[in-house]
Structures are given as structure tokens and as C-alpha cells.
């Protein structure tokens, strides 16, 4: 069975694609649910996820922007994007990002059923000729990295991240594996595609995100929290990666709340 994740931030709308629909018939499983970007991406970093079906509008995080994020981290999920508008304009973007399949809500039954039957047969095609990849799991990282973050030493740098994420650094990274620090940058961007500052900030980020959530945190506790002493850096890392400040960002989660 391949595991699918459903993400949506209307829970009727779950609720019914989770339990209505003959997953089980099409050689699917679900997973896992998620009411918005950021705990899609949060759980697929945790769980082997082969499929994810994705709302485009979604609170914190848009489908959109979670496509471009795992596109750029060259993700083996599979992205199947639902909407409740035709929108030429998100279509396109969605290719960009590799997503296929565009799906018009309310769903149709036989119209998701021939997607998900058409990709299963092409994952069991890839899946027999060997070039479906697979993510690190095994105390793996936040964020879904390519195959070659499955080399050990990459584990051991993704896994002293995840331990020590505030003080984490590329000279802590490298003590950690025993190699010179320069070294230690080229092998990371050659082995997972990504530069080792930019996972490190965006498992800082994601993390800072969550605190956010709670509600329970001032922004500069949440700023020393993930490693930055500044709040205006923080301030600007954090609008970098989300697209508004940390206040912004509370102000949306508490509107949508009171929704």
C-alpha cells in the first residue's frame, strides 16, 4: 500500500476524503491528515509519505508554496493538488513544481479515482525499474532531503542538527564527523542538494513556526529559542522564509482560529 497524506484545512473536507473514498480498493492507504501547509511538510519529515493530496489555499502555508518547498528539496512525495476555483494562473505554477494532477472540488468520484489508478501504475512502474527514491527516516530530518542524504555521514550532521539546533554549526557539523569544515559544506550540498546553511535555517524556521503556534511565546523567546540572539534577524529570517513577520504569522493562525 502507498501511504497518502490529505491535506486540507476544512475538516468536513478530510473527513470525507479520508473515510468515504475505497483507498484501500486503489492500493492506498491514509496516513495521516493535516489542516495546512506547515503540518503537511511537518509530518511528511516524519513519516514515509508517497502521496500527498493538497488543497491550494490553506492557512500558514499555501499548497503552492508547500510544492515549491518539497520540488526544491527534491522530494519523492507525489503532489496531487485540490482547489474550489479553476485557476489557469496556480495550474501553471503547480507544474512548475512537478504537481500532474489539478482537481476541482466538490470531487468527483470516478475523476479521483482514475488519477490515483493512473499513478499507481506508474509508482509501480518506477518502483520495479528501481528509480523511486527514498527519504532518510531513521532520525532523519525535518525536511524531506534526495537520495543521498542517506549516507551515513549525512545522518550523523542531519541528526547533531536536529539535537542541537540553536548553537548547530558548520564547525560543530564537522567535529561531529570528524572532517574539515569546508569539506564538510561541499560534501552536504553534493550528497543532499542543499546548501548546510540553508537546511540549518530552515530547520530553525519551521521550529520557530511551531512555537508560534502555541501561543505561548514572546518572539524574541522564540528568536533565542532557534539560535538567533538578534530579533531583527530573526524578524528577517523568518519573513524570508514565510513570507510575513512572526506577528503577521500569529495574527493569521488567531483569524483563522476565530473562523
Given at each position: 500500500?502507498?501511504?497518502?497524506?490529505?491535506?486540507?484545512?476544512?475538516?468536513?473536507?478530510?473527513?470525507?476524503?479520508?473515510?468515504?473514498?475505497?483507498?484501500?480498493?486503489?492500493?492506498?492507504?491514509?496516513?495521516?491528515?493535516?489542516?495546512?501547509?506547515?503540518?503537511?511538510?511537518?509530518y511528511i519529515g516524519c513519516h514515509s509519505v508517497d502521496v500527498l493530496l493538497c488543497d491550494v489555499m490553506m492557512p500558514v502555508m499555501t499548497g503552492i508554496e508547500v510544492a515549491k518547498y518539497l520540488h526544491k528539496q527534491?522530494?519523492?512525495?507525489?503532489?496531487?493538488?485540490?482547489?474550489?476555483?479553476?485557476?489557469?494562473?496556480?495550474?501553471?505554477?503547480?507544474?512548475?513544481?512537478?504537481?500532474?494532477?489539478?482537481?476541482?472540488?466538490?470531487?468527483?468520484?470516478?475523476?479521483?479515482?482514475?488519477?490515483?489508478?493512473?499513478?499507481?501504475?506508474?509508482?509501480?512502474?518506477?518502483?520495479?525499474?528501481?528509480?523511486?527514491?527514498?527519504?532518510?527516516?531513521?532520525?532523519?530530518?525535518?525536511?524531506?532531503?534526495?537520495?543521498?542524504?542517506?549516507?551515513?555521514?549525512?545522518?550523523?550532521?542531519?541528526?547533531?542538527?536536529?539535537e542541537n539546533c540553536p548553537e548547530a554549526t558548520l564547525e560543530g557539523s564537522a567535529l561531529t564527523v570528524r572532517m574539515n569544515p569546508t569539506y564538510v559544506s561541499k560534501y552536504f550540498k553534493q550528497k543532499t542538494g542543499?546548501?548546510?546553511?540553508?537546511?540549518?535555517?530552515?530547520?530553525?524556521?519551521?521550529?520557530?513556526?511551531?512555537?508560534?503556534?502555541?501561543?505561548?511565546?514572546?518572539?524574541?523567546?522564540?528568536?533565542?529559542?532557534?539560535?538567533?540572539?538578534?530579533?531583527?534577524?530573526?524578524?528577517?529570517?523568518?519573513?524570508?522564509?514565510?513570507?510575513?513577520?512572526?506577528?503577521?504569522?500569529?495574527?493569521?493562525?488567531?483569524?483563522?482560529?476565530?473562523?
Amino acid at each position: 500500500m502507498y501511504k497518502l497524506l490529505i491535506a486540507d484545512d476544512e475538516a468536513e473536507i478530510r473527513h470525507g476524503l479520508g473515510n468515504y473514498f475505497p483507498w484501500g480498493e486503489l492500493g492506498f492507504e491514509v496516513d495521516g491528515f493535516a489542516q495546512n501547509g506547515l503540518e503537511a511538510l511537518e509530518y511528511i519529515g516524519c513519516h514515509s509519505v508517497d502521496v500527498l493530496l493538497c488543497d491550494v489555499m490553506m492557512p500558514v502555508m499555501t499548497g503552492i508554496e508547500v510544492a515549491k518547498y518539497l520540488h526544491k528539496q527534491k522530494s519523492p512525495t507525489r503532489i496531487i493538488f485540490l482547489s474550489a476555483h479553476r485557476d489557469f494562473d496556480a495550474a501553471c505554477r503547480a507544474m512548475e513544481f512537478g504537481v500532474r494532477s489539478y482537481i476541482l472540488k466538490p470531487t468527483r468520484y470516478q475523476e479521483l479515482k482514475d488519477i490515483f489508478t493512473t499513478l499507481k501504475e506508474t509508482m509501480d512502474r518506477e518502483l520495479k525499474s528501481g528509480a523511486a527514491e527514498e527519504p532518510v527516516r531513521e532520525n532523519g530530518p525535518v525536511f524531506p532531503l534526495r537520495e543521498g542524504a542517506a549516507d551515513p555521514i549525512i545522518m550523523r550532521i542531519v541528526r547533531y542538527i536536529e539535537e542541537n539546533c540553536p548553537e548547530a554549526t558548520l564547525e560543530g557539523s564537522a567535529l561531529t564527523v570528524r572532517m574539515n569544515p569546508t569539506y564538510v559544506s561541499k560534501y552536504f550540498k553534493q550528497k543532499t542538494g542543499i546548501n548546510f546553511s540553508e537546511y540549518l535555517n530552515d530547520v530553525r524556521m519551521l521550529r520557530a513556526a511551531g512555537m508560534l503556534e502555541q501561543g505561548d511565546c514572546r518572539t524574541y523567546e522564540v528568536s533565542e529559542a532557534v539560535g538567533y540572539q538578534n530579533p531583527k534577524n530573526f524578524t528577517r529570517s523568518f519573513k524570508r522564509r514565510f513570507g510575513k513577520t512572526p506577528r503577521e504569522f500569529r495574527q493569521d493562525l488567531s483569524l483563522e482560529l476565530k473562523r
